[in-house]
């Protein structure tokens, strides 16, 4: 079985991201490659919180961003995910924004993704918080997904692999 993957916003933003500054340059790339040549490796699941956030953002491609998760399955908001993002805020794990970082990590956990991908390293993919993430979601019988950027899953097939 593949390993499931939740996309976070940030991933359809990199992918067409317009900015020439070598740090975004090298995230679309790396975006890109694992997008293009990776991806069809895991089973890749989004959610409706992603699509609003792209649809209310103000950036150039957001039209190009959402299409690129238009084949995706959505996880569902079930009722059980506003209180793990209640405990997320109150543990401050995440930061004050129900919509935003908790929602995502809740659902990637609720849904027991193996991985929330993104490019969010202040508060997702930061090995300083995985410890107390790990902690939490422990406390609420919560699977816990690995939270890492597509730098990190580009070494994801074996060598021995065609």
């Given at each position: 079985?593949?390993?499931?993957?939740?996309?976070?916003?940030?991933?359809?933003?990199?992918?067409?991201e317009i900015r020439a500054e070598p740090e975004m340059v090298a995230r679309r790339d790396w975006t890109r490659h694992w997008w293009d040549e990776m991806?069809?490796?895991?089973?890749?699941?989004?959610?409706?919180?992603?699509?609003?956030?792209?649809?209310?953002?103000?950036?150039?491609?957001?039209?190009?961003?959402?299409?690129?998760?238009?084949?995706?399955?959505?996880?569902?908001?079930?009722?059980?995910?506003?209180?793990?993002?209640?405990?997320?805020?109150?543990?401050?794990?995440?930061?004050?924004?129900?919509?935003?970082?908790?929602?995502?990590?809740?659902?990637?956990?609720f849904h027991k993704c193996d991985f929330l991908l993104t490019w969010n390293c202040r508060h997702l993919a930061n090995a300083n918080k995985f410890g107390?993430?790990?902690?939490?979601?422990?406390?609420?019988?919560?699977?816990?997904?690995?939270?890492?950027?597509?730098?990190?899953?580009?070494?994801?097939?074996?060598?021995?692999?065609?």
């Amino acid at each position: 079985m593949k390993p499931r993957v939740y996309i976070e916003t940030s991933i359809p933003s990199f992918y067409h991201e317009i900015r020439a500054e070598p740090e975004m340059v090298a995230r679309r790339d790396w975006t890109r490659h694992w997008w293009d040549e990776m991806r069809d490796d895991y089973l890749l699941v989004s959610s409706v919180a992603v699509l609003d956030e792209l649809q209310s953002g103000d950036f150039p491609n957001r039209d190009q961003a959402i299409e690129l998760l238009s084949s995706l399955p959505l996880v569902p908001l079930e009722l059980e995910i506003a209180e793990i993002v209640r405990v997320y805020i109150e543990q401050k794990v995440m930061p004050n924004d129900p919509v935003g970082d908790a929602l995502h990590l809740a659902l990637a956990s609720f849904h027991k993704c193996d991985f929330l991908l993104t490019w969010n390293c202040r508060h997702l993919a930061n090995a300083n918080k995985f410890g107390h993430i790990r902690q939490v979601n422990a406390m609420l019988g919560l699977y816990i997904p690995l939270l890492v950027t597509p730098l990190e899953l580009l070494g994801g097939r074996d060598e021995t692999e065609g």
